[in-house]
Nanobody, 123 residues
Framework: QVQLEESGGGWVKAGDSLRLSCAAS????????VAWFRQAPGKEREFGAA????????SYADSVKGRFTISRDNFKKTVYLQLNSLKPEDTAVYYC????????????????WGQGTQVTVSS
């Protein structure tokens, strides 16, 4: 099994940037596809971005495409989400999730989750 811990959230102004980190422990991290989801108050958890276990394939939700970038460093056992040009509607708790040898856009697909990190964007 793999354990995940997010960090890097915070309070920023619209237009600012943040970099979120998802650090893994346990398991063989290099075989896990990883995704970032987010959940705003009163809303369902939604897909943001995903990266394959090899790092060779990425996918993004339309709402973040062109502003967010997902990447991974298997040596450091960490996946990153660079958030640029942040908007107030990006305010949410951001979660990373992992699944061995696969990645996808559905939250139910992922068996392993972190506890989340809060991102708040003010106008």
């Amino acid at each position: 099994q793999v354990q995940l811990e997010e960090s890097g959230g915070g309070w920023v102004k619209a237009g600012d940037s943040l970099r979120l980190s998802c650090a893994a422990s346990g398991g063989t991290f290099s075989v896990y596809g990883v995704a970032w989801f987010r959940q705003a108050p009163g809303k369902e958890r939604e897909f943001g971005a995903a990266i394959s276990w090899s790092g060779g394939s990425t996918s993004y939700a339309d709402s973040v495409k062109g502003r967010f970038t997902i990447s991974r460093d298997n040596f450091k056992k960490t996946v990153y989400l660079q958030l640029n040009s942040l908007k107030p509607e990006d305010t949410a708790v951001y979660y990373c999730a992992a699944k061995a040898y696969a990645s996808g856009t559905q939250a139910a697909y992922y068996p392993y989750w972190g506890q989340g990190t809060q991102v708040t964007v003010s106008s």
